[in-house]
């Protein structure tokens, strides 16, 4: 199987810390024989009820259709006429054919089989050829799945609420990446990963694996292997690395340092369902990024990697060659794991270089238990922890 590095990402987690037994049983749920169970009930281990990127906002120009999937739900995206992006279920509600075969005139989907044409921002039905003026039936009740539907940093983002369920009154904002200057420059890759999102995630949170994934002349050796510790404290659904001088053993880091004259700091978020926001700051000069894992299927998530800056002497080229060869890297990893992953192996989750994994765990599971109950949500970090390992 060939997976599309369609452009690809960049900067591994220097991250890591502390506490609270999390779940890591969807380890075993999401491949071979246990998955199969989870899979029974219906849980895929996806998390409802938040913002996914679909697609790339230049994948839907004019009144053209694209699809995408997200969370196994296939999905039908444009634009209206005046712009505006919609996402709607790739399902005709009459037969279930596909909507993108349709045509659209920029305002209403006509499905391709019987000819329902669908108002493609709220998929109410709006015409059904075949009825004739006896027909009773009220076509304005009938409605094609569809979607929030918000474009930001280059994404077209759309908000999936749960199969059967009715979309809350208020839906919050989907993610935006932080910039702190007027001009700078924006740049996005993204990769296909061949595994659970849950790998996904915490592959992306790994601390560990840089000095054997990541080995580059321009990063880091394996001989540069050394102890760190990191100071982690607890955020709304996530936790954060808190403020701290990065890695000296990064020459973009000495680079930087170099240029300003003044101290570098780093703060790293990962924030539910998966996003993990990066913010590099050296007096006027920044650098962010966000990295979103998407579950797509239950065998397949893509990693979407957006970054800004305003280091005016990191031309986009450069950068994008250094973020592509980190992601391949990544790739290429978890391709290697997926061969494994197939015989449905025992896993574990050590300490503390797999903490966060473990945090991302909990929160997921407490964030599933408050939905069920009602309850606040339990945060794993009862305050700051300091996590070590060596990398
Ligand atoms: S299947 Fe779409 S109109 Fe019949
Ligand atoms: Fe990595």
Same mark, same amino acid.
């Given at each position: 199987?060939?997976?599309?590095?369609?452009?690809?990402?960049?900067?591994?987690?220097?991250? $890591?810390? +502390?506490?609270?037994? #999390?779940?890591?049983? !969807?380890?075993?749920?999401?491949?071979?024989?246990?998955? +199969?169970?989870?899979?029974?009930? @219906?849980?895929? @281990?996806?998390? =409802?009820? /938040? =913002?996914?990127?679909a697609?790339? +906002?230049?994948? !839907?120009?004019?009144? *053209?259709? $694209?699809?995408?999937?997200?969370?196994? &739900?296939?999905?039908? %995206?444009?634009?209206?006429s005046d712009g505006k992006p919609f996402?709607?279920?790739?399902?005709?509600?009459? *037969?279930?054919?596909?909507? +993108?075969? @349709?045509?659209?005139?920029?305002?209403? %989907?006509?499905?391709?089989?019987?000819? =329902?044409?669908?108002?493609?921002?709220?998929?109410?039905c709006v015409e059904i050829p075949s009825l004739t003026s006896q027909d009773k039936l009220r076509v304005d009740r009938i409605f094609a799945g569809h979607y929030p539907c918000e474009e930001h940093d280059g994404y077209v983002w759309v908000y999936m609420h749960a199969p059967g369920s009715r979309l809350g009154e208020t839906v919050p904002a989907a993610p935006k990446l932080a910039t702190f200057s007027a001009k700078y420059k924006i740049t996005h890759l993204a990769c296909d990963l061949p595994a659970h999102v849950d790998h996904g995630i915490i592959g992306l949170m790994d601390p560990a694996h840089g000095p054997f994934v990541h080995q580059s002349w321009f990063w880091r050796s394996r001989g540069s292997i050394h102890e760190k510790q990191k100071q982690f404290e607890p955020i709304p659904n996530g936790f954060r690395m808190s403020p701290h001088s990065p890695s000296s053993n990064s020459l973009p880091y000495q680079l930087l340092k170099k240029r300003t004259g003044e101290p570098v700091t780093t703060t790293i978020d990962f924030i539910l369902p998966n996003r993990r926001l990066e913010e590099i700051r050296s007096g006027k000069l920044w650098f962010t990024s966000?990295?979103? &894992?998407?579950?797509?299927? *239950?065998?397949?998530?893509?990693?979407?990697?957006?970054? #800004? =800056?305003?280091? /005016?002497?990191?031309? &986009?080229?450069? /950068?994008?060659?250094?973020?592509?060869?980190?992601?391949?890297?990544?790739?290429?990893?978890? !391709?290697?794991?997926?061969?494994? %992953?197939?015989?449905?192996?025992?896993?574990? %989750?050590i300490d503390d270089a797999d903490r966060p994994a473990k945090w991302y765990f909990a929160l997921k599971a407490n964030l599933l238990e408050s939905r069920r109950t009602g309850a606040e949500v339990a945060h794993p970090m009862s305050g700051p922890v300091t996590l070590r390992w060596r990398s």
């Open positions: 199987m060939v997976y599309r590095l369609l452009v690809c990402d960049a900067m591994y987690y220097d991250a $890591a810390e +502390s506490m609270s037994e #999390a779940t890591p049983a !969807i380890l075993q749920q999401t491949n071979g024989t246990a998955a +199969s169970e989870a899979q029974r009930d @219906g849980d895929l @281990g996806f998390l =409802w009820d /938040f =913002w996914y990127p697609l790339r +906002s230049t994948e !839907i120009v004019g009144e *053209r259709l $694209a699809t995408a999937m997200l969370l196994e &739900v296939p999905l039908v %995206l444009g634009r209206t996402a709607m279920r790739d399902s005709c509600p009459h *037969r279930g054919i596909p909507l +993108s075969y @349709g045509r659209f005139d920029g305002k209403t %989907l006509e499905c391709s089989y019987h000819g =329902w044409r669908f108002d493609a921002c709220s998929g109410q966000q990295t979103t &894992v998407t579950p797509v299927r *239950r065998d397949l998530c893509r990693i979407d990697f957006v970054a #800004a =800056w305003n280091l /005016f002497f990191l031309p &986009v080229p450069i /950068f994008r060659l250094f973020g592509k060869t980190f992601l391949r890297q990544d790739q290429e990893t978890m !391709i290697q794991q997926a061969e494994g %992953l197939k015989h449905n192996p025992h896993l574990m %989750l």
